[in-house]
């Protein structure tokens, strides 16, 4: 067990605890702790996961440390942060407004296609690397999720910081469709030079 998947087992502790939390919020089984006070401790332990998974990624490259349980625990980590928090979005009053059930559907589809797609390449022996509009995508799906959380437990009652969220969120969409695009199109060269 490497100090690179310890983070990585960390992260999924630390998520856990983040879905508990947002499934927590609106149903006020705590009198003494508030739906902002919620929201503000799983917006720190999802900065806490994400910056995670620099470290993680930080330790196996600097130490050698990548291994066949990381290759498979780190992206998976990734895309149940990332899904899961839009999906809890849903159930989240100030954000359920804004992060519309269908918008869900497409980050999830286009994760669960990339996923095919790369165990499918690599199943042929293909090697099928994140591209540099994957790293963007879960950058911007990051800072929004976190921004969103955010906007949730404090500013959901501006109507400034509401326009701005429901920009982010079309922001979101178009980068994680674009970027399943472009995989769409990298895969179909690869098999298709697999092929010849």
């Given at each position: 067990?490497?100090?690179?998947?310890?983070?990585?087992?960390?992260?999924?502790?630390?998520?856990?605890?983040?879905?508990?939390?947002?499934?927590?919020?609106?149903?006020?089984?705590?009198?003494?702790?508030?739906?902002?006070?919620?929201?503000?401790?799983?917006?720190?332990?999802?900065?806490?996961?994400?910056?995670?998974?620099?470290?993680?990624?930080?330790?196996?490259?600097?130490?050698?440390?990548?291994?066949?349980?990381?290759?498979?625990?780190?992206?998976?980590?990734?895309?149940?942060?990332?899904?899961?928090?839009?999906?809890?979005?849903?159930?989240?009053?100030p954000l359920k407004e804004i992060v519309p059930a269908w918008m869900v559907v497409v980050i999830l589809a286009r994760e669960f296609l990339v996923t095919a797609i790369r165990s499918a390449a690599e199943s042929q022996g293909i090697p099928f690397h994140a591209s540099g509009w994957g790293k963007i995508k879960m950058i911007v799906q990051?800072?929004?999720?976190?921004?969103?959380?955010?906007?949730?437990?404090?500013?959901?009652?501006?109507?400034?910081?509401?326009?701005?969220?429901?920009?982010?969120?079309?922001?979101?969409?178009?980068?994680?469709?674009?970027?399943?695009?472009?995989?769409?199109?990298?895969?179909?060269?690869?098999?298709?030079?697999?092929?010849?």
């Open positions: 067990m490497t100090v690179a998947n310890k983070i990585t087992l960390g992260r999924f502790a630390v998520t856990i605890v983040y879905f508990v939390l947002l499934g927590l919020v609106g149903h006020g089984f705590f009198e003494f702790v508030n739906d902002s006070t919620l929201l503000y401790i799983a917006f720190f332990l999802f900065l806490a996961a994400v910056i995670g998974d620099g470290l993680d990624g930080y330790y196996a490259r600097k130490y050698k440390q990548e291994t066949n349980f990381g290759r498979i625990a780190d992206p998976f980590a990734d895309k149940i942060l990332i899904c899961g928090s839009f999906v809890f979005f849903l159930a989240i009053p990051s800072f929004v999720a976190a921004t969103a959380v955010f906007y949730a437990a404090h500013m959901w009652h501006v109507s400034w910081a509401t326009t701005i969220m429901q920009v982010l969120i079309w922001i979101t969409l178009g980068v994680t469709a674009i970027s399943g695009v472009l995989y769409l199109i990298e895969a179909r060269r690869l098999f298709g030079t697999k092929n010849t």
